[in-house]
């Protein structure tokens, strides 16, 4: 185990690389960084990356480089092996973890869709999900299915991720990049960044118009869940689809009163 600095551009995990740490982001951005050598995401502090590759002992399928001077620790496979060995209820549920993740891995990288997931996708979906109050009850391995749905796509300049008007059919995370928020009078109100934006998460359980649009300003990395996909996993875990649709509800009459009243 050991904290290090890694400076700006400085590369911490390469592609085809083994996978024998777990990085937990104390300060700064490290960024995923695909075989195309597009930025497919932006991890800052708290965020953590490589435990798939741990638990299914794959290789690094993506590269890990710094935006900016970090601060990053690093528990090493062999450490967390040693204290897994102490603590037998630990590592039985590491184990558990570890298979679960590995059939929804299998399931995804057999399928018939040019999405395939890496094992990064996978830990920035899970993280990406659980800053929504909507998920933050909800059992990790509800949230890690979900995620295995998640599909990224990068974004042009002056391409509009989501049109105003539209019928909303999923959400998005904005995993890299910088976006504006526009009403349907083409005024700016809001601009938004990577890798803490996110939007389009009522179309998960309404169906609703989307209400502006959001155009990048810059190269985008987004991870979308549509609502097939949310719906269908939902069907599996009713009482889990109750609790979301509850807290989802109390957060649009919030925001409905809030209007009102403004």
Known sequence: ???????????????????????????????????????HAEMT????????????????????????????????????????????????????A??????????????????????????IGSQSLAKLNIFRNVDPSVVSQLSMKMVRKSWKVSENIIQCGDIGDGMYFLAAGNAEVITEFGEVI??????????????LLEQVPRTASVKCITVCSTYALSKSDFLAVMDKYPEIALQIKETADARMQKYLMRNVLA
């Not at 911490?12 to 695909?34: H, N, R, T």
């Not at 990356?49 to 002992?57: A, D, I, P, Q, S």
């Not at 890798?195 to 009522?202: C, I, L, Q, R, T």
Request: glycine share 8%.
């Open 1 to 39: 185990m050991q904290c290090f600095v890694v400076e700006e551009s400085q590369v911490v995990v390469s592609i085809g690389d083994e996978s024998d740490a777990i990085y937990f982001i104390l300060s700064g951005v490290l960024q995923v960084i695909g075989q195309d050598g597009i930025v």
């Open 190 to 203: 809001d601009t938004v960044s990577g890798p803490s934006a996110y939007f389009g998460e009522v179309a």
């Open 45 to 96: 502090s708290g965020s953590f990356c490589g435990e798939v590759g741990v638990l299914l002992n794959l290789k690094r399928t993506a590269s890990i480089r710094a935006k900016v001077q970090s601060h990053v620790f690093k528990l090493t496979k062999s450490d967390l092996d040693g204290v897994i060995e102490e603590y037998p209820v630990m590592k039985l549920a590491l184990e558990e």
């Open 98 to 123: 570890a298979n679960a993740r590995y059939e929804l891995f299998k399931l995804r990288t057999t399928a018939t869709t040019p999405n395939i997931p890496d094992q990064f996708d996978v830990e």
